[in-house]
């Protein structure tokens, strides 16, 4: 597609329910990054994928949060047992090269959860 | 570690105003320094970028100039319109390992006619 597309834009969920969250980056992006950007705050790290690879999931919060990219592409960040505080929006992110080396990164619209 | 601290909104401004969103940077080595815009309904886009120390990035009538001896990009823009009305992010990302991004939290301006 012609940018990052993330779905489902807008989920509420109950307390304890699990949640899944999908990322469509721009065709052919090596780097895939999942943000957390909770309200009134900038946007912070949770993992990062190069190709298939998760290189960098220094900044999932806890055990409940789990990312995976199977074949390169298409990536699905899913959260269990959502709690309150997980309450945020999700973005994700792409660029063409390795690590997102010497090029722009590219951002979703995000996908708003609420977890009530 | 790294950190980016933004001066704190919202910042209400009239149209053709003069317009600076301070930003400030803790980091080891050096690194890249950017601002993202989000508009409202939108995904977040880059503004500018900077990659070494004294660079000037600029973009839509922005500028932002990196300072190591202060830790400073402070954004700016000499005369606002009602369409920069978005929330202003400042961010850093190191040049060795892993290219995350750091963001500091965000700056929401509003330009009234």
């Known amino acids: 597609g012609a940018g990052v597309s993330q779905s489902p834009r807008y989920k509420v969920a109950k307390r304890g329910q699990d949640v899944a969250l999908r990322c469509d980056p721009i065709?052919?992006?090596?780097?895939l990054f999942w943000y957390q950007q909770a309200l009134g705050q900038g946007p912070e790290f949770l993992t990062y994928f190069q190709n298939e690879a998760q290189l960098d999931k220094s900044g999932l919060p806890s055990d409940r949060f789990f990312a995976e990219r199977p074949e390169g592409s298409v990536s699905t960040l899913k959260i269990q047992r959502t709690q309150q505080e997980d309450s945020a929006v999700y973005l994700c992110?792409?660029?063409?090269?390795?690590?997102?080396?010497?090029?722009?990164?590219?951002f979703g619209e995000g996908s708003w959860l609420t977890v009530v | 570690g790294n950190s980016v601290t933004q001066m704190e909104g919202p910042v209400t401004l009239s149209e053709e105003a003069f317009l600076t969103i301070n930003c400030t940077y803790t980091a080891t080595g050096y690194p890249s320094l950017f601002w993202y815009v989000q508009y409202p309904g939108e995904g977040l886009q880059l503004l500018l970028k900077a990659t070494k120390a004294d660079d000037k990035g600029s973009n839509k009538g922005f500028e932002a100039t990196y300072r190591k001896e202060t830790t400073s990009f402070h954004l700016e823009k000499g005369s606002v319109q009602v369409s920069d009305s978005a929330v202003y992010f400042c961010a850093l990302r190191r040049i060795q390992g892993a290219q995350k991004l750091v963001f500091g939290q965000g700056t929401r301006l509003t330009i009234n006619p």
């Open positions: 065709s052919g992006h090596v780097s």
């Open positions: 992110a792409s660029s063409p090269n390795p690590q997102g080396w010497g090029n722009t990164i590219y």
